[in-house]
């Protein structure tokens, strides 16, 4: 799962979202078949990738979508090719052009977004093919560690996420769906350098229909793994709830190890030769970590 991400440094604030928590892996209620123009509902939703920290406060300002309403709206091989500081120079380009979603500007804890839990961040009426989000913060990004809050340093205004929406790319978004949930690695996102916190924003899109998704429960709680989930070309993180219970989406389809990385003197485990299906939530049975 990687590049999924492209970071910009830029001079200006802005972001976005509409909150509703919720776990919903079909949280479509309010999307609408296309219409005869082409027009359809879309939905956008954040999730996380998870941290440790109980809390990491984005400021959201802006959710914007790059449309592909040319000729080749329904090639992926054109792709969007075009740099992403092309993309902040002009309102549109060869590869599209750039609408503002619904939204309510917000300062979110996207670190509580984790196990199944997300949250609508943005609608909109969209005619085209999608080819990008870009999501623009402010500067009032934050983390607590150990009940100190830090400021969370990120070097740019932009963060892209690129989409493939047609089903022939292996790691493709369904866009007949009509939604799409935007992982924020925070696992990867961020970084502890010298005492102070940077923000080197690491996004992941997916749909459930074409990724796959692991869920399951691992004890004793005080083990505290991490949950590793990987093959020789992709890698997902999760970090169990205070039940012990996990939930990891986004995973491309293949056959994977899942390595539990214990603490507290407790021994990893790592199970091998699991084979994950694109729209298929597979359960694992309890496991239970040893000393």
Known sequence: MKKYLKLLVGIQIIFFAFACNKENTNAVANSTASNANGVQAFNIYLTDGPIWNDTVNLDIKLVEAKLDTSMHKDDD??????????NDLKHKDDFGHWDTLNFTPNIYNVAALR??????????????????????????????????????????????????????????????????????????????????????????????????????????????????????????????????????????????SINFKASNGYKDTTINNLVLTNGKLTNLNNITLHK
């Open 77 to 86: 091989h054109f792709g969007d090719n075009d740099a992403d500081s092309l």
């Open 115 to 256: 196990n199944g839990i997300d949250q609508l961040l943005a609608t909109g009426n969209i005619k085209g093919t999608l080819r990008k989000v870009r999501i623009t913060l402010g500067s009032n990004n934050t983390i607590i560690d150990s009940g100190i809050t830090y400021p969370l340093i990120n070097r740019g205004k932009y963060v892209y996420a690129d989409i493939h929406a047609n089903h022939h790319q292996k790691d493709s978004v369904n866009q007949a769906a009509q939604a799409l949930w935007l992982d924020f690695d925070l696992f990867r996102s961020i970084k502890k350098i010298n005492g102070s916190y940077y923000l080197l924003p690491f996004l992941k899109p997916f749909s459930n229909e074409n990724f796959a998704s692991l869920q399951g429960t691992v004890l004793p709680v005080d083990a505290r793994p991490i949950i590793t989930v990987y093959n020789t070309t992709d890698t997902s993180y999760g970090l169990p709830n205070k039940a012990g219970f996990y939930k990891i989406r986004g995973i491309k389809q293949g056959t994977y």
